[in-house]
């Protein structure tokens, strides 16, 4: 049976301010919320008729915040636990231990991801001074836990022309998995993405470091859609091997195989956008992920320069970058450097 992934927030508590998250950019003295208990069982409760419905097993990737400081974060574990349901944690390093690793792989938690968002300067600059060291230092626990390691990056004209160099260190201390996302702008911050040329530069010196790391133990994953575009010029991935038109193979899992549920049960279709369509608590998320408010993250056509392009059916960029820099989802992603 295929995943369907659940990214829930359980609570918006955090222990860094990082410069590029939605949630601190209400200020640091803004009323943060934590969901409690019995919403959470009403919650599993909707996942698990979602499951049943779509023929699909759920895999929730618990994040906040940092929900390792929800206080009833381990009543939650062994909820998950006793479901069967597996999970993810999207987190930090500060409270990580042999104990609390242990606790969490016998709790039933596959993954742990950390941050890197540059060299040790850059990233304490972006998210707090002294943690690029902690997150580097808490590998080890979890991996002697059994507990895969990802590392994910937030690529900014902040940091780009880090990543590279970010790809040796996490080889160095044995990440099972190396990812990269895209910051996501505002009307007032459109100056942090990188330009097309820019971006396309950074994604060829990770290529180069990819090749030459291809018998190590860390696992490339390539999340960001560009990477088809990357391909397909390079000769690696061709829409012909695709011969079914009607169907959208890959791309942007908005509207797709993801869901996103606050800590106050609002439903979103991607976190990184405003794209709520309803309430975990009081409605049923089938029902919503079937429904009209969904489908306007699966309407294809309305892209207005990913319909024009080959690789509509797999690729899309990042509807979420677009919205945050043009206000408006459908509009071109700013750091697709392709022509249509």
């Not at 690029?132 to 390691?149: H, N």
């Not at 180069?208 to 690696?236: A, M």
């Not at 011969?243 to 908005?254: A, H, I, L």
Request: glycine residues 6%; charged residues 25%.
């Amino acid at each position: 049976m295929e995943y369907f992934a659940f990214q829930w927030h359980i609570t918006e508590a955090c222990d860094q301010r990082c410069k590029h998250c939605y949630i601190y950019a209400l200020g640091s003295h803004a009323q943060f919320k934590q969901m409690a208990v019995a919403d959470m069982v009403t919650v599993l409760d909707n996942i698990e008729d979602f499951g049943r419905k779509a023929h699909r097993q759920p895999y929730l990737y618990i994040t906040g915040g940092d929900p390792i400081l929800h206080p009833q974060f381990w009543t939650l574990a062994r909820m998950l636990r006793a479901r069967n349901i597996p999970f993810a944690i999207l987190g930090n390093p500060f409270h990580l231990d042999d104990i609390v690793c242990q606790r969490l792989k016998d709790h039933g938690c596959r993954k742990y991801q950390l941050s890197i968002d540059g060299l040790e300067s850059m990233h304490d600059k972006i998210r707090r001074p002294g943690s690029y060291q902690e997150t580097w230092d808490a590998i080890p626990c979890l991996k002697r836990a059994g507990i895969t390691v990802a590392i994910m990056t937030t690529v900014s004209r902040w940091n780009y022309r880090e990543v590279p160099d970010i790809i040796d260190e996490v080889v160095k201390h044995k990440a099972d998995v190396f990812a990269f996302a895209r910051y996501c702008p505002d009307v007032d911050s459109k100056d942090v993405c990188c330009s097309p040329e820019e971006y396309r530069w950074m994604m060829e010196r990770c290529w180069e470091k990819f090749q030459l790391y291809k018998g190590s133990d860390t696992y490339f994953s390539l999340k960001d859609h560009l990477w088809t575009l990357f391909k397909y010029e390079r000769g690696l991935f061709s829409p012909k091997d695709y011969p079914d038109d009607e169907v959208v193979y890959g791309g942007c899992n908005c509207g797709n195989a993801h869901f996103t549920i606050l800590s106050d049960g609002a439903c979103y279709a991607c976190r990184r956008m405003e794209s709520k369509v309803g309430n975990a608590l009081h409605e049923n998320l089938y029902d919503l992920f079937m429904g009209s408010r969904m489908d306007a993250y699966r309407c294809y056509e309305k892209f207005e320069k990913c319909s024009k392009c080959e690789l509509l059916r797999f690729c899309r960029g990042c509807p979420a970058v677009a919205a945050g820099y043009h206000g408006n989802m459908y509009a071109p992603d700013p750091e697709c450097w392709k022509a249509v």
